[in-house]
């Protein structure tokens, strides 16, 4: 059984998207992944097949129904399922490499896209939905949140991924247990407009390659990402205190 993706959405028509090009897009042709997009809204109730409705204790916007929500899950997932149930919101736990590795080994996902203000809280507690953020912004609703999450997974499912990027190098991947930014890239020419690409990458000493490269990811994390690099120190102190 390949890798199994079911969005539940008000906006179908905006999967694959993105996901039907280049690497997943390949994949999704080959059978390495599914994906399947249901419309929410045929669960709505009455004439107009309405999803929402206003909040109790007022306030602005709608919230969608716990009911209706209930019931398109339901169809999606048929009683026995063992996919896990996200749900993309703001106020969920910040989607990470780690969170992505878990899943991308998994059977796959179920990933519920909130509109208007948000989702009765009674039906994210009854389902055990896995609330996850793809950042600190708010965007108009969880589809391009769900294609992100999407991404991230679909290329490390095994074969999708050419064998020229294996993965094991990039921001992100664990490196002694905490996390770095990535070196930065150089190819030719050697020099274009008056830049000139670092001397120890065209002298073909792989050792001091890997030992400049390891130097620049380490200042850009510092840099750019302090949290992360607080982090790398942690382990390496942690390491550190353990052989002593
Ligand atoms: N829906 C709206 N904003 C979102 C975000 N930042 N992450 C996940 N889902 C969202």
Redesign the pocket.
Known sequence: MSWRATVLTLFPEMFPGSLGMSLAGRALERGDWSLEARQIRDFGTGRHRNVDDTPFGGGAGMVMRPDVVDAAIEAAMQGGDDRPLLY???R?RP?QQALVRDLASGPGAVIL??RYEGLDQRVIEARNMVE???????????EP?ALVLLDACVRLLPGVMGASESGEEESFSPNGGGTLLEYPHYTRPAEWNGRRVPDVLLSGHHAEVARWRAAQSAAATQERRPDLWAKQTGFAAAAHAAHV
């Open positions: 993309m919101t703001p969920g989607l896209c909130g996850v953020s793809v950042g600190d912004y708010v965007l108009s609703g969880g949140a």
